[in-house]
């Protein structure tokens, strides 16, 4: 009785556990990513995001200070100082990476040579000499617990990055076109395939699923010398055909499955009273398939919006026409290991895509189910 239509089935309960899990998969990397983007940068080396919120414990290794801070009191030469930078407790401290915890916080300690010191709870520390230091000074085992720390640094170097305001421009002047640009294409494309009687018609709808499959990084440097040999590379007509070639596939195909899936009975009456294959497309074909357009719209611009590897091939690394996502790569540095510039940074460049996709996402389930029921 489940396969008879309106009876519920059994499994519904395992869908329901399926979509549940994909939603977790994809919502807690996103949720530590974003709690990592506020955390400070020695927090985010040493603990995991989930961790955030509590003390963690943690080992340090320095030399006390050097003979250019060191001062004399009397007969004694001083050296002192704090080993936090934005403070902690210090639970044990030792001389020796063999044992590291051998002493309690206050207590003196024999460095050896009429050498001694000690490290207090609050971190600081202070070592006397009954000679002036010379060379490396002594080092210093911590085992200190910290507190959470959470700061807004990480957006404000994000932010107020040297040159991050014209990137921005740039990547709206290179998304924007390189949006409507493969729509417009398309959508008359898109309309021929599906209501126009032609030769070749089945083969150019094959071909367009075959591309669908053909990896851009097989055309970039073919077409790259072809932009250069027409004398369009390194500009920004470069790069908006280069992305309206990519996303030409996708959307024929998204668009005219649409189409098809359209009331065939709308389109004859309307030739039957004159109307030309123009005036149909561009007064009932586009207001119906307004659904599959945003819902292409959508994912256009956020593969225009995060792309690095198509702007950095195309237009190219100068300060003037570097996009957001080569100025984000910029602050990551050579080796990128600014974690924390790397969580703030995505938030940051995913901005603009959250608002693009919450203001159109009520047709995006309708224009992918395009031409799924007739």
Known sequence: MD??????????????????VLVLLWTIPTFGLLVSSFRDRDQIATTGWWSSLFPHEASLRFRIGDAETQRQEGEVFVIDGSVFEAGGTVSAFGTSNRDPAAHEPGEVVDFGDGISGTVNEDGSYRVTSPVAFEGRSPRLFVTSVTPPRFTLENYDRVLFA???GRAFLNTMTVTIPATVIPILV???AAYALAWMEFPGRSLLIASVVGLLVVPLQLALIPLLQLHNAIGIGKDYLGIWLAHSAFGLPLAIYLLRNYMVGLPREIIESARVDGATDFQIFLKIILPLSFPALASFAIFQFLWTWNDLLIATVFLGNTQDQLVMTGVLRELLGSRGGDWEILAASAFVSISV?????FAMQKYLVRGLLAGSVK
Do not use: E, H
């Open 353 to 357: 895509p959250l608002v693009v996709f």
């Open 162 to 164: 040297q040159g991050l």
């Open 186 to 188: 398309a959508a008359f």
């Open 3 to 20: 396969n008879i239509a309106g009876t519920k089935s059994s499994l519904v309960w395992a869908v329901n556990i399926a979509v549940v």
